[in-house]
């Protein structure tokens, strides 16, 4: 008797052994399981080699991602400007018979304050925010006057509309009824230039063909002496950018003459600004839509624009392409920032920015649009890109791994980045559309580098 209890316990110990074990191995083999559907999106994963990085990640978030519009209907014509330790976001909203302007006050710390600018507008993308030093100063295209007119307004630091919508251009038809074409004024730019605001516009010119205008404007929207053309040639001018250069103001724009889009760049100096070097071509590429950027780094001026690699149905996919100035004033060999694919997804007609840059002092930081990854959740299979930031040196170099950005959508586009006003943060600003609707929303996320520079 004595032994067949020694035998039922030592019989009872292995069980619960045996238990033990199993449970464990049934434990690791869900864990395991639950990592293949549900994989740590802590990983930073390269979009070349695919493999987990060694190197720290160049940001991470503080908040967000916030929802700052409706979404009965897509916006577009995103905008931006950093202002006395705020951005200011500015972006369009259409509706059955209107499209107005709306704008949005956004802290480093993630407040939100939405504001409607316009009413029964037919507002037309681009839109351009500056900082003036006093305000926000906003510009964009309206056609309420039965053909497309720039129109301005300005939205104090504490969220009221100081000077409202005023139509900023009179342009007179070369013919009548002749309303969408080039007897139209559009495409706005703005740059806070020597204490006053410059405003760069496309406006009917030789031939028809849309030209380069500039002018001041006052606190009241008015222009302070008649527009200068400063551009002339038989094709359309557009995609417009001002930047600031030692002693005036740099302005790039597009020609397309056919089968490609030409980048152009002159310089002007002084009140009222006069070209001191004319206007030369800085590259060529057939990546559509030409949108080139230029921001101040490390004591001179890089220029960045994306190089097409390859198309196919709707969606294109290039490089972005730096060139910098030389003290002597001509442009250095361009080279390629980082190995990255750009993907527009929409029709070419109405797809977004693809990329957009932003100087942090002796580096800059790029937010761009990245094809899709196969996580192995469905919304992530069903993406068809993302939104990435990463910061180079002013050599192009990658200084750290790029975060992803916090997309809640399908669809992320159109990224902007914007100084936050704070040291080492910035706010990401794109549209997506949300799992289970029609219409994109403007989005917003803050975020900080969290590497040592």
């Given at each position: 008797?004595?032994?067949?209890?020694?035998?039922?316990?030592?019989?009872?110990?292995?069980?619960?052994?045996?238990?033990?074990?199993?449970?464990?191995?049934?434990?690791?083999?869900?864990?395991?399981?639950?990592?293949?559907?549900?994989?740590?999106?802590?990983?930073?994963?390269?979009?070349?080699?695919?493999?987990?990085?060694?190197?720290?990640?160049?940001?991470?978030?503080?908040?967000?991602?916030?929802?700052?519009?409706?979404?009965?209907?897509?916006?577009?014509?995103?905008?931006?400007?950093?202002?006395?330790?705020?951005?200011?976001?500015?972006?369009?909203?259409?509706?059955?018979?209107?499209?107005?302007?709306?704008f949005a006050r956004i802290s480093s710390e993630g407040t939100v304050q939405k504001i409607p600018v316009t009413k029964k507008a037919s507002a037309y993308a681009p839109t351009d925010t500056a900082w003036t030093g006093r305000d926000f100063a906003i510009?964009?295209?309206?056609?309420?006057?039965?053909?497309?007119?720039?129109?301005?307004?300005?939205?104090?630091?504490?969220?009221?509309?100081?000077?409202?919508?005023?139509?900023?251009?009179?342009?007179?038809?070369?013919?009548?009824?002749?309303?969408?074409?080039?007897?139209?004024?559009?495409?706005?730019?703005?740059?806070?230039?020597?204490?006053?605001?410059?405003?760069?516009?496309?406006?009917?010119?030789?031939?028809?063909?849309?030209?380069?205008?500039?002018?001041?404007?006052?606190?009241?929207?008015?222009?302070?002496?008649?527009?200068?053309?400063?551009?002339?040639?038989?094709?359309?001018?557009?995609?417009?950018?001002?930047?600031?250069?030692?002693?005036?103001?740099?302005?790039?724009?597009?020609?397309?003459?056919?089968?490609?889009?030409?980048?152009?760049?002159?310089?002007?100096?002084?009140?009222?600004?006069?070209?001191?070097?004319?206007?030369?071509?800085?590259?060529?590429?057939?990546?559509?839509?030409?949108?080139?950027?230029?921001?101040?780094?490390?004591?001179?001026?890089?220029?960045?624009?994306?190089?097409?690699?390859?198309?196919?149905?709707?969606?294109?996919?290039?490089?972005?392409?730096?060139?910098?100035?030389?003290?002597?004033?001509?442009?250095?060999?361009?080279?390629?920032?980082?190995?990255?694919?750009?993907?527009?997804?929409?029709?070419?007609?109405?797809?977004?920015?693809?990329?957009?840059?932003?100087?942090?002092?002796?580096?800059?930081?790029?937010?761009?649009?990245?094809?899709?990854?196969?996580?192995?959740?469905?919304?992530?299979?069903?993406?068809?890109?993302?939104?990435?930031?990463?910061?180079?040196?002013?050599?192009?170099?990658?200084?750290?791994?790029?975060?992803?950005?916090?997309?809640?959508?399908?669809f992320p586009d159109d990224p902007r980045i914007l100084y936050s006003g704070f040291e080492k943060r910035f706010i990401i600003v794109w549209t997506d559309r949300l799992p289970g609707e029609i219409a994109f929303s403007v989005e917003v996320e803050g975020i900080e580098?969290?590497?040592?520079?």
């Amino acid at each position: 008797m004595k032994y067949l209890w020694i035998t039922a316990f030592f019989i009872s110990f292995f069980l619960i052994l045996s238990c033990g074990k199993n449970k464990n191995q049934s434990n690791e083999k869900r864990k395991n399981e639950a990592e293949i559907i549900h994989p740590n999106k802590n990983k930073t994963v390269s979009s070349q080699s695919q493999e987990v990085s060694s190197k720290s990640a160049c940001f991470k978030k503080i908040w967000g991602p916030v929802r700052i519009s409706s979404t009965s209907a897509t916006p577009y014509g995103l905008s931006g400007a950093t202002g006395v330790g705020q951005v200011g976001v500015t972006w369009i909203e259409p509706s059955l018979y209107t499209s107005n302007v709306y704008f949005a006050r956004i802290s480093s710390e993630g407040t939100v304050q939405k504001i409607p600018v316009t009413k029964k507008a037919s507002a037309y993308a681009p839109t351009d925010t500056a900082w003036t030093g006093r305000d926000f100063a906003i510009a964009w295209g309206d056609d309420r006057q039965r053909r497309i007119e720039i129109f301005t307004a300005r939205v104090s630091p504490t969220g009221k509309i100081s000077s409202g919508a005023r139509q900023f251009t009179f342009t007179r038809p070369v013919k009548e009824g002749d309303i969408y074409s080039s007897d139209s004024s559009k495409e706005p730019a703005l740059l806070n230039y020597n204490e006053n605001l410059l405003i760069v516009w496309g406006g009917p010119g030789d031939r028809g063909r849309q030209q380069m205008y500039h002018s001041i404007v006052s606190k009241k929207g008015k222009a302070l002496y008649e527009p200068y053309e400063l551009t002339k040639g038989p094709f359309d001018h557009g995609s417009f950018r001002l930047a600031p250069v030692d002693g005036g103001v740099a302005f790039l724009f597009c020609v397309n003459p056919g089968g490609e889009n030409q980048i152009w760049r002159g310089i002007m100096e002084g009140i009222p600004p006069k070209v001191t070097s004319f206007p030369s071509m800085i590259a060529a590429t057939k990546f559509f839509p030409c949108q080139p950027v230029e921001i101040p780094v490390a004591g001179k001026n890089l220029i960045m624009w994306v190089e097409k690699a390859k198309e196919s149905g709707l969606e294109q996919t290039g490089n972005i392409k730096i060139v910098s100035t030389l003290p002597s004033g001509e442009l250095g060999a361009a080279s390629t920032v980082n190995e990255v694919t750009i993907v527009n997804y929409r029709a070419k007609l109405n797809a977004g920015r693809p990329f957009d840059a932003v100087s942090t002092g002796k580096h800059f930081a790029i937010a761009w649009t990245s094809p899709r990854t196969t996580q192995g959740e469905k919304i992530e299979e069903e993406k068809i890109q993302n939104i990435d930031v990463g910061i180079f040196s002013e050599a192009g170099e990658k200084l750290c791994e790029p975060y992803r950005v916090d997309a809640p959508g399908l669809f992320p586009d159109d990224p902007r980045i914007l100084y936050s006003g704070f040291e080492k943060r910035f706010i990401i600003v794109w549209t997506d559309r949300l799992p289970g609707e029609i219409a994109f929303s403007v989005e917003v996320e803050g975020i900080e580098i969290s590497f040592n520079e």
